[in-house]
């Protein structure tokens, strides 16, 4: 694999997956409505139950706002990366990804290159829901806007390999649709997105437990610190091996001698 040829695939993909971006508005105001509506509505009542401020991991006093930015951040890019996957499936369906698939370079580029491109997509998309956010007086360290990029990478990914994982063993659009529901909705709200983990801890055990082995709440937890300017080497460490299991996963997955496609029939099988 020669250096040039991979960049230029690599732009691309990435030309290609802004193009779509563009051309799809409703995607990029559907991605900021949900946080927004948990930040405007959810946030002001959720304020009135449990009280004026808590204390979150970082050991400061901060509105119910700020506490739950870091987790609508990665709201966006859950949504985001089973969207960039949702569209594996799509382009599979239509037959586009073949002239994808059979390119002379390797299968794992191609995936990453995919994955980094949607990246860069929800990247642009958590800073205007900042700037948004901003103006509603959440207000991180200014240090923080830059601090939390790689934190937000390695989250993107991680949630964007997992919809890649997951849309290797799905071979119809509609299937994939229902298992976004399945997956996206319990990740979100059995973690330390929305409350604390202490806090869940003082109604249910159970459920804890369960968010303590949710990639999701790592994820959240790696971009909360960072956020602040802070580094939570557990939670960086387990999205990043998370990101790798899930991304060799897919890989696999998408290998047309190996993966699952090829023996359901899927388009892989015909390269």
């Known amino acids: 694999m020669k250096l040039k040829h991979a960049a230029s695939c690599?732009?691309?993909i990435l030309a290609r997956e802004s193009l779509r971006f563009l051309n799809q508005r409703a995607r990029f105001f559907a991605a900021?409505?949900?946080?927004?509506?948990?930040?405007?509505?959810?946030?002001?009542?959720f304020r009135s139950v449990l009280g004026v401020?808590?204390?979150?991991?970082?050991?400061?006093?901060?509105?119910?706002?700020?506490?739950?930015?870091p987790g609508l951040?990665?709201?966006?890019?859950?949504?985001?990366?089973?969207?960039?996957?949702?569209?594996?499936?799509?382009?599979?369906?239509m037959g586009s990804m073949r002239l994808l698939l059979v390119?002379?370079?390797?299968?794992?580029?191609?995936?990453?290159?995919?994955l980094l491109?949607?990246?860069g997509v929800a990247l642009l998309q958590v800073y205007v829901f900042l700037l948004i956010a901003w103006f509603w007086e959440v207000r991180p360290p200014v240090a923080g806007y830059?601090?939390?990029?790689p934190a937000l990478i390695i989250s993107g990914l991680m949630l964007g390999a997992l919809g890649l994982m997951l849309s290797s063993f799905v071979t119809q659009l509609e299937n994939f649709a229902g298992v976004m529901n399945f997956v996206i909705f319990p990740m979100f709200f059995a973690s330390s997105a929305l409350y604390p983990l202490?806090?869940?801890?003082?109604s249910s055990e159970a459920l804890y437990w369960i968010a303590n082995l949710n990639p999701f709440t790592h994820a959240v937890e790696f971009v909360r610190f960072a956020l602040y300017s802070e580094f939570n080497w557990q939670a960086g460490l387990i999205t990043l091996l998370c990101t790798l299991f899930f991304l060799a996963v897919a890989i696999w997955g998408y290998d047309p001698l190996r993966g699952f496609l090829p023996r359901k029939g899927g388009p892989a099988a015909s390269n």
């Open 73 to 93: 951040l990665g709201m966006i890019m859950l949504f985001n990366g089973m969207q960039s996957s949702l569209s594996m499936v799509y382009d599979r369906e």
């Open 198 to 202: 202490w806090r869940v801890r003082d």
């Open 117 to 119: 491109s949607g990246v």
């Open 10 to 12: 690599f732009r691309g």
């Open 32 to 45: 900021l409505v949900r946080p927004l509506v948990w930040l405007f509505i959810f946030a002001a009542g």
């Open 53 to 69: 401020s808590i204390i979150p991991p970082y050991q400061t006093y901060v509105l119910y706002e700020e506490y739950i930015t």
């Open 103 to 114: 390119s002379p370079l390797p299968r794992w580029f191609l995936l990453l290159s995919k």
């Open 146 to 149: 830059f601090f939390v990029i």
